[in-house]
């Protein structure tokens, strides 16, 4: 069962019951979108193609939906939906019945949670989101340039009732009630330079911005080197990635942060969580943690319908990732 029928089945209806009898509407945080259309063009880091991406406004309880733009011949939709994720393994790429796919969405699903949009659709001309600088920092700035407007219908959340844990090899993680949003990650890599990094934080109004947006990708030297000899990693560069060799960063000016590589793990699980459908509220936690633990999680999430339900996010949570920093222009002719 998709979450867009069980939220039309149960929340509306209960909604439509309570808003009959009650002003529940009013207290409740609306759904969001982008006030225009807004485009930027790059590199895709896997492929190598270059990419334009149009991000533009979508009706409410859309979501967020991928549009395959250089494919008419076959259905070119992919929705932004756990069980659409294809391939964890590089990044986490989504695809559709008909083989369609869309590749690391990751970093542009983080920025569209991160700054509290429901609602967006996403074009591309070629197979994977730009991988722009490896952060969420240029889509973040393409939505502050798009403007944000609400909607009428009131956001829907995913509340976790109770905790869910998976492993996947050296990974585990865990989704566990909270009243907000929050991430705590562990990494232990076998490496001098990064070793043991741990981030605790509140995904609350403008965090995301803040503290994550900016955390570049990263790998190691001695894997490029093989991605490369294997084909792959094509649009990999010092531009788009932070590269850790014996000695250090090789890029030029060094980290953003000085845990840049935790703050990027964090990233990925905002852009990873993202794809239960909507803004969960609850806290993640991740050890070692990377695509395939969280994809993991969310569908053992979904595969307990006692450790979840969807609701409305209270004007009393306003002060979670509601608009990430970003003011909004109250209901637009879209909603
Ligand atoms: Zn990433």
């Given at each position: 069962m998709y979450l867009k029928d069980v939220v039309e089945s149960d929340v509306t209806e209960e909604m439509g019951a309570e808003m009959a009898g009650s002003s529940r509407i009013d207290d409740c945080v609306r759904q969001r979108t982008l006030k225009t259309p807004v485009s930027c063009t790059g590199v895709g880091l896997h492929s190598g193609v270059n990419v334009t991406l149009n991000l533009t406004p979508a009706s409410p309880d859309t979501g967020v939906i991928f549009h395959r733009?250089?494919?008419?011949?076959?259905?070119n939709t992919v929705p932004a939906t756990w069980d659409r994720v294809v391939d964890t393994r590089m990044c986490t790429a989504i695809g559709n019945d008909d083989g369609v796919t869309v590749g690391t969405i990751e970093h542009l699903m983080a920025a569209l949670a991160g700054c509290g949009i429901d609602n967006a659709c996403v074009e591309l001309d070629g197979p994977e989101v730009p991988i722009m600088d490896g952060s969420s920092d240029p889509f973040v700035l393409l939505i502050e340039s798009a403007g944000v407007v609400e909607q009428s219908a009131p956001r829907r959340v995913i509340r976790i009732l109770k905790t869910v844990n998976v492993k996947v090899n050296d990974g585990q993680a865990t989704l566990m009630p909270a009243d907000q949003p929050s991430l705590n990650v562990e990494i232990d890599f076998d490496?001098?330079?990064?070793s043991k990094q741990a981030l605790s934080m509140g995904l609350v109004n403008g965090s995301f911005c803040k503290e994550l947006a900016r955390a570049r990708t990263f790998g190691f030297l001695h894997e490029v080197e093989q991605m490369r000899a294997a084909g792959?990693?094509?649009?990999?560069s010092l531009d788009n990635a932070v590269v850790v060799s014996q000695d250090g960063v090789l890029n030029d000016g060094g980290l953003r942060f000085d845990d840049e590589f935790v703050r990027h793990k964090m990233l990925d699980a905002v852009g990873d969580l993202f794809l239960a459908g909507g803004h969960i509220i609850g806290q993640f936690s991740g050890i070692s943690s990377g695509h395939a633990v969280n994809n993991a999680l969310l569908r053992a999430l979904f595969a307990d319908s006692e450790a979840w339900t969807v609701d409305v996010m209270t004007s009393a949570e306003a002060?979670?990732?509601?608009?990430g920093g970003l003011g909004a222009e109250p209901v637009s002719a879209l909603a």
């Open positions: 733009v250089d494919i008419d011949e076959k259905n490496s001098a330079f990064i792959l990693a094509k649009g990999g002060a979670t990732a509601v608009d």
